[in-house]
Structures are given as C-alpha cells and as structure tokens.
C-alpha cells in the first residue's frame, strides 16, 4: 500500500492552520479580558469617531482639537452615567437583598394559590406527579433566590470595590483620549513594525470582521440601549405615578441584558411580569407593562430594519448552542459573548465553511 505523503502533508497543514487560528482566537479572547480598560476605549473610539470627524469637517479645526472637545463631553457623559448608576444599583441592590426572602414568600404564596385552584383531578393525574409539582414550586423559588442573592451579592462586591473600578475608569480615559488624538501614528506604528504582508492580511480580516461584527455590535448596542433608556425612563416614571414600583434601575438592567440575547428579548421579562401582578391584585401595574413594552417593541420595529438584521447569518440553534456553550463556560454573562465568538469564527473561517470544513481538510484535490 503506497502512502500518499504529498496528500496528508496538506491534510496536517490545514488542520494545524485551523488548530492555530482556534488558539490565537482563545488567546485573544483571553488578552481582551485582562486589557479590557483598553478593548472599553477602543470600541468608545470607533462610536465617537464620526462626531469626531463631523467637527472636524464642520468647523474646520484639527483632528486633536476635535478629539479634544468630544472627548471631554463623553467623558462628562460617562462619569455622571457611573456616578448616577453606582449609588442607583447601590441603593436598590442593598434593598432587595435586604427584602429578598418576603418578597420570595409572596410568590410562593401565589403559587400555592394557584395550584390549589387547579383542579388535577379533570386531567388524572396520578397523586405522585401532584405532590412533586406541588412540592416542587418551593425549591425551585429557593433555588433562584439563592440565584439572585449571589448575583446581588456580586453585583455589591463589585460596586464596593470603589479603588479598582477608579483605577479601571482613569485607564480607559486615558487610553480613550491617547486613541482618538494619536490614531494616525498609532496605525503608522503598527504598519512600521510589522511585515508588509501581515499588515496587508491582518488589514483585510480586520476590515472584514469590523463590517460584520462591528455592524452587528454596534447595532446590537444602540438596540439594546434604547431598550434600557425606555425602560428605565418608563420605569422611573410609574413609580414617582405611585405604581408599585421598587427598583426600577435593576429591573431596567435585568431587561437590557435579556433584550441583548439574540433569541430572547425584553418580552421574556416584561410579558411574565405583567401577568404576575396581574394574578397578585395589581391589574394597573400589569396593564401598564405591558404598555410600556408595546413602546418599546413598536420603537424597536421601526430601528431595527435601518441598523441590522436580528440575524447574525446563522440559523437560530446555532445561536442557541453557542449561548449554551457561553453560559457552560463562562456563566450568565457567557450567553452575550457566545454568539459574539460565533460571528468571530465564522468570519476567519468562511472559506472553510462555504465549502465545507472536513471536505475542505481531506478532499484528495
């Protein structure tokens, strides 16, 4: 039997090429969270920079004296916004730890009312799967309190350590400012220490994945953020109406971040909410969360189809894996950036993919 070796050369080369890419990907993605101060300016400086570059046009003045001015108005953006939302989350973090077990034994107590205004005698249920759905509604209420305490209790943790969250914001100022007033000699002096031919490469992949994944992002961002404002604004606003409202800041973080999930969206939060207050009594509250999540869909609706597509180019259980694989690995904030590395690999591998990964590896041409 006579052994290809011209064959199976080209078989390890591609696989090894693959297996390189996957680790400089995984060492990426490792670096940008220990720069993250950096990775924060730098995505900042590719939002600001057409403002940057409207003064500049506008009103005839240099690139720094236009980065100069942008630069300290989203810096007083950005403080006021920290500042403001620090002692918001503060307050209400400590509240809700503080009143997490009453509020857990009202919807425990709603629960039990429910179930025993069920009749499961009409469906024939056996006793045992009775007693297990019946006892069942305890547990699973502990087992997401203990959920939301350790989160709060790490969302705290976070806001306390006041030094290191300094330290990080004074970084990411700095560097924001060195960005957009050096962009020009930064961009010269990586092409000056590095091969042409990387530069070129480097160039091209990073054009290619800033118009997908940048697009994506961006759009992503902006969506979720008008989210977050409706929601916040419409909250603040029910509760300085006297609606029972306790923590708006929270529950309008809860809703951004659910929103942020490709397959999911604030109906996940907002639609459940509605209808248990509306079961507990509060048929105002319900009526008027479910109005303001009309408004931000409707909004929403009419954004979405000029930014992008809710469609990242892959269909959804691909999506869906990738969050899975996210939250496994990482956790709850896992599930934002499971997708995000998705795109990313599909970006530097779409070669491989449009003809086909293992085709493409052993096919004998």
Not at 60 to 83: E, M
Not at 291 to 299: C, K, N, R, T
Not at 344 to 352: D, H, Q, Y
Request: include cysteine; charge should be positive; aromatic fraction near 12%.
């Amino acid at each position: 039997m006579i052994i290809d070796m011209s064959y199976w050369t080209r078989v390890i080369r591609r696989i090894l090429y693959v297996a390189f890419i996957l680790i400089g990907l995984y060492l990426s993605f490792k670096l940008s969270i220990f720069y993250m101060p950096f990775l924060i300016a730098f995505i900042i400086s590719l939002i600001i920079e057409p403002a940057i570059r409207f003064i500049m046009k506008k009103m005839n003045l240099t690139r720094k004296t236009s980065s100069i001015i942008i630069f300290i108005i989203v810096s007083a953006i950005i403080l006021g916004g920290v500042i403001w939302g620090i002692i918001a989350l503060f307050s209400e973090a400590s509240n809700l730890l503080q009143s997490l077990n009453e509020y857990v034994e009202k919807v425990y107590i709603l629960f039990q009312n429910l179930t025993n205004q069920f009749d499961f005698d009409k469906i024939h249920l056996p006793n045992e799967v009775t007693n297990i759905l019946q006892s069942s509604t305890g547990g699973l209420l502990n087992a997401v309190s203990s959920w939301i305490r350790n989160a709060l209790n790490g969302l705290l943790n976070i806001i306390t350590s006041i030094p290191t969250i300094a330290i990080y914001f004074v970084i990411t100022i700095m560097a924001l400012y060195l960005i957009c007033v050096d962009k020009v000699y930064i961009l010269d002096q990586i092409e000056h220490h590095f091969p042409k031919k990387w530069v070129f490469k480097l160039g091209t992949h990073i054009r290619e994945l800033t118009k997908t994944l940048g697009g994506y992002l961006k759009a992503e961002v902006t969506l979720v953020l008008v989210s977050f404002i409706i929601s916040l604004v419409g909250l603040y606003i029910l509760k300085f109406a006297k609606f029972n409202i306790e923590f708006p800041m929270l529950m309008a973080l809860f809703i951004g971040f659910v929103d942020a999930l490709p397959i999911l969206g604030s109906g996940t939060v907002m639609v459940p909410w509605a209808i248990i207050c509306g079961l507990n009594g509060d048929l105002k509250l319900g009526i008027a969360i479910i109005i303001l999540f009309a408004l931000m869909s409707i909004i929403r609706q009419f954004l979405e189809p000029k930014l992008v597509s809710k469609n990242i180019g892959t269909h959804p259980i691909f999506t869906l894996i990738a969050m899975y694989t996210g939250f496994k690995f990482i956790g709850v904030f896992g599930m934002l950036i499971g997708p995000i590395i998705l795109i990313i690999i599909k970006n530097v591998f779409a070669t491989l993919i449009d003809e086909g990964v293992m085709k493409t590896i052993f096919d004998r041409r």
